[in-house]
């Protein structure tokens, strides 16, 4: 993703309200201490694919008729408690009772699987007995503003008392999870620390809050949930991965994004940097100074994958912000003042975490993405929301393909973008781009191939399954091919008019 080209008008960009959510922080007492339920999400969820996560879902009109024809739901988190006990059901065929949790009847089960509408009904036959007083909420958190799509996620808990007292957990009859796990907070984040799992970020930092207030409590969870409960912590940290937490940052990029993402990468308690720092406005400039003051080790530098405006913040405010080094690539340094110029296959030492330096161009000349042990940290090679735009003459569309290849063979852990959510398949992501921009460039060789000439008319012929695209982005991605064929020596331009490279006009 970039800036929008030159003449191309998108519009405003409105942000809808976010949509209600629930998720469930079931517990027990198991023979370690206290144990958390995760679910791993199946890789065809568009949500955390591949992630372990709590179970839960979007509210809807089943969970208002619930509250409104079912005795016991009051106060402002009625609906909020009707839907987790409704997921509860679907997902995990379970329901926290007077008696304690129970299974439920897996025909029932099976009914609401097929359709939530069936919940009402079902429950008014006794088919799903609940207890809504043995949950609480321990905190609401709206998630990042990453896409046009927001949630205020409520997060619901229920202590299921001691291990032999819970159930065994059926997951055959749903297709959300593939597995589900029982451990203690303090290993699921080690092992998320180790990135042996994928954990998704509001989990991580919940779980992390549900420790810290164990080792206050005497490792008692009802007195934990108790406390959490009374203070409804908000989030603080987005911690896409141990060392990778990210703020983001409002910025004029292409909708429907309107943020940049910046990461704070390194050692949570030695040294890091802070990795495109894009803000121009004093909020965003406040964000990233509360997220290095909080964090617990040394700021050594800023850096940026390639100088692009929606990358590139208020150069003086930045430097009188944190006093560090700026690093980049040697493109970047001609119009970014540098300290050091970063280098194809550079080792970074961060603390105890390394980083290599890779130059990735396509998009920009001199793109950096660096790679670690959590992931790739891949500036504007992805995108986890929207598009990739390859700016005709600053880009290579060739080129970007080629660099697509080399990480996606680099097999990272995780991939980071500028603009979007963390993206939990890589190896699917470069797939889908590769076939994508395959796809049009040939269809852009052929068009040129049959006789069409003009730059409008390959790009009505080359976007023809596309009918909606925007006509200049499609116009300026049309050139951008077009060019890297005429780099490659395959086609040539002459009175704006293109043709097969040997061939007359």
Not at 243 to 268: Q, R
Not at 350 to 362: A, D, K, R, S
Request: glycine share 8%; with cysteine; aromatic share 6%.
């Amino acid at each position: 993703m970039s800036e929008v080209p030159d003449g191309v008008s998108l519009g405003s960009f409105e942000r809808r309200p976010p949509r209600p959510t629930a998720t469930m922080t079931m517990t027990r007492d198991g023979p370690e201490g206290v144990e958390v339920l995760l679910g791993l999400r199946s890789e065809t969820m568009a949500a955390f694919p591949g992630y372990w996560a709590f179970p839960g879902g979007g509210l809807s009109r089943v969970d208002t008729a619930a509250v409104e024809a079912l005795e016991g739901f009051e106060g402002p988190e009625a609906k909020a408690t009707a839907c987790i006990l409704r997921e509860m059901s679907e997902e995990l065929g379970l329901a926290p009772s007077e008696k304690g949790l129970v299974a439920l009847p897996i025909e029932a089960r099976k009914q609401i699987i097929a359709d939530k509408s069936q919940y009402l009904p079902l429950a008014l036959q006794g088919e799903f007995p609940y207890d809504t007083h043995s949950l609480k909420v321990l905190s609401h958190r709206i998630t990042p503003p990453f896409g046009p799509i927001q949630f205020d996620n409520a997060f619901m808990h229920f202590h299921a008392g001691p291990k032999e007292n819970v159930p065994e957990i059926d997951l055959e009859p749903q297709t959300e999870f593939t597995q589900i796990m029982w451990d203690t907070p303090s290993s699921i984040l080690l092992r998320w620390s180790q990135h042996e799992i994928k954990v998704a970020p509001p989990v991580v930092t919940l779980l992390m809050e549900i420790e810290r207030t164990l080792h206050r409590k005497e490792r008692d969870m009802i007195k934990a949930a108790q406390d959490i409960s009374e203070r409804l912590p908000n989030r603080r940290s987005i911690l896409f991965a141990h060392g990778v937490e990210v703020v983001p940052v409002k910025t004029a990029t292409l909708p429907p994004a309107d943020h940049t993402n910046c990461y704070l990468v390194g050692d949570p308690e030695g040294e890091f940097i802070l990795v495109d720092p894009a803000s121009h406005l004093r909020e965003g400039m406040e964000d990233m100074a509360k997220a290095v003051g909080r964090h617990k080790g040394e700021l050594i530098a800023m850096m940026f994958t390639h100088s692009h405006g929606d990358h590139v913040g208020d150069i003086g405010l930045l430097r009188e912000a944190f006093d560090v080094p700026i690093w980049g690539s040697e493109y970047t340094a001609r119009s970014v003042q540098c300290d050091r110029i970063l280098e194809d296959g550079e080792q970074l030492k961060l603390g105890n975490q390394t980083w290599e330096v890779l130059i990735t161009p396509g998009h920009h000349p001199g793109h950096i993405c660096l790679l670690g042990e959590a992931g790739l940290i891949a500036g504007d090679m992805v995108a986890g929301i929207g598009t990739i735009l390859i700016p005709p003459h600053t880009g290579d569309m060739n080129i970007y393909m080629e660099q697509l290849e080399r990480l996606k063979n680099l097999n990272p852990h995780l991939l980071f973008p500028s603009h979007g959510p963390v993206i939990a398949l890589p190896t699917k992501k470069f797939n889908q781009y590769l076939s994508h921009r395959q796809a049009r460039h040939q269809a852009v060789f052929n068009a040129v191939e049959s006789g069409i000439d003009t730059l409008s008319e390959i790009t009505r012929a080359a976007y023809s399954d596309t009918p909606d695209a925007h006509p200049g982005l499609a116009e300026d991605q049309t050139l951008s091919h077009l060019m890297s064929f005429q780099r490659a020596g395959t086609l040539h331009e002459e009175s704006q008019k293109w043709f097969i490279k040997g061939t007359k006009p």
